[in-house]
């Protein structure tokens, strides 16, 4: 079954506990996206990777990190949690060009 | 960069009646617009996408517009069932493979019984 997967679904953690969120596609999918989305402000883009070891950032890239050594995988990564990164968190990923596949969504709370 | 204007922000209509929603874009570079569905608590998917040189793509009930010289598109749902209550979000993309979207904040469809 071809699908997006993201883990953990939910997270809860204090400020400055630094802290991966893992993404794995199974579409050989060369791109991949990370998004946050807040009420009222739609999902804005942090990161994305258009091929392995190739990454630019999207909107809203302070404070996050990524990482592309393999295709399938793109984890997003937060050196030093704050308060207003707590968010819902999806992980996408596409062909050239084509639809992007959601993953379930990483909720994540920092206190 | 690229900005994308969505509205209405929530939208209730009555079962059977037709619901649209609008969207403007920024850069007039863009050339693909896709629409996502986001039921409760569940992740986007993708409901229909139109590129630069089509004027008008449709679908069963769902169909997009687009008027590039007017920078904006839209999305209408004919017929509408219970099952289309969900928040609609409205993108555009300028890169020639996609690979950077920029969202529009939502709409919030509830269908009236």
């Known amino acids: 079954e071809a699908q997006v997967t993201q883990n953990p679904r939910y997270l809860i953690t204090v400020t400055g506990k630094k802290l991966t969120v893992t993404c794995s596609q199974n579409m050989n999918h060369e791109y991949m996206s990370w998004y946050r989305q807040d009420p009222g402000l739609g999902l804005r883009q942090i990161y994305y990777?258009?091929?392995?070891?190739?990454?630019d950032k999207g909107d809203v890239p302070e404070g996050y990190k990524v990482s592309r050594k393999e295709k399938r995988n793109f984890p997003l990564i937060l050196e030093s949690p704050s308060p207003n990164q707590t968010s819902l968190y999806f992980c996408?990923?596409?062909?050239?060009?084509?639809?992007?596949?959601f993953g379930a969504g990483t909720r994540l709370s920092v206190l | 960069g690229e900005n994308v204007e969505q509205h209405p922000s929530t939208l209730s209509v009555q079962e059977g009646d037709s619901a649209v929603i609008k969207c403007t874009y920024s850069d007039s570079a863009s050339n693909y617009f896709p629409w996502y569905k986001q039921e409760l608590g569940k992740r986007p998917q993708l409901i229909i996408d139109i590129r630069s040189n089509v004027g008008e793509k449709k679908d069963q009930r769902i169909a997009v517009t687009l008027n590039k010289t007017a920078k904006h598109f839209s999305l209408h749902i004919t017929e509408t069932q219970p099952e289309d209550s969900a928040v609609y979000f409205c993108?555009?993309?300028?890169?020639?493979?996609?690979?950077?979207?920029?969202f529009g904040t939502g709409t919030r469809l509830t269908i009236i019984p």
């Open positions: 993108a555009a993309s300028s890169r020639p493979r996609n690979e950077k979207l920029t």
């Open positions: 990777s258009m091929n392995v070891e190739v990454t």
């Open positions: 996408a990923s596409s062909e050239r060009g084509g639809i992007q596949y």
